[in-house]
C-alpha cells in the first residue's frame, strides 16, 4: 500500500504546497474582510502574512483529512491559543470561528467537504473523493 504525501511530508512542507495548489482555485479567495480580524480572542493583531488564508484553508483540510470527521468547534480548539492575562495566569482560548466556517464553505462551494450526516456518527465536515485526490495528488 502506497503511503499517501500527507503522511510522507512534514507538516508544514505539505501545508505549503497544498496552499499553492488551493491558490489556483477561484474559490479560495481571501475576503476584504479578513485583513482587518484576529484569529481569535487570544491574539493581539491580526495575521500579517501576505497569503495566510491559503495557508490556514491547506492546514484545516489537512486536518480533516487526518481526523476523518471535523466540525467547526474541534477546528476551534485546535487553532486557539493562551491568552496573557496580565498578573493572572495564562489561560486557553479557542480560535475565532468565523475564518474557519467560511474556509469550511469554501471548501464545499469547491466540493472538497460535504457535511457528514451518518446517523451515528460525530457531526461535521467529511473530504468528498475530489478533496482526497487533490491531497494525496501534492507531491
Sequence with gaps: MKISAVYNLQANEYNEKLAQALKQLPEFEQPEWSYFVKTGIAKKRPPQEKDFWHKR??????????HKVVGVNRLKTRYGSRKNRGMKPEAFKKASGKIIRTILQQAEKAELLAKS??????????????????MEGIK
Design 117 to 134: 450526516n451518518e446517523i451515528g456518527r460525530r457531526a461535521g465536515r467529511i473530504l468528498t473523493p475530489k478533496g482526497k485526490e487533490l
Design 57 to 66: 484553508a491547506a492546514s484545516v483540510l489537512r486536518q480533516i483529512y487526518v
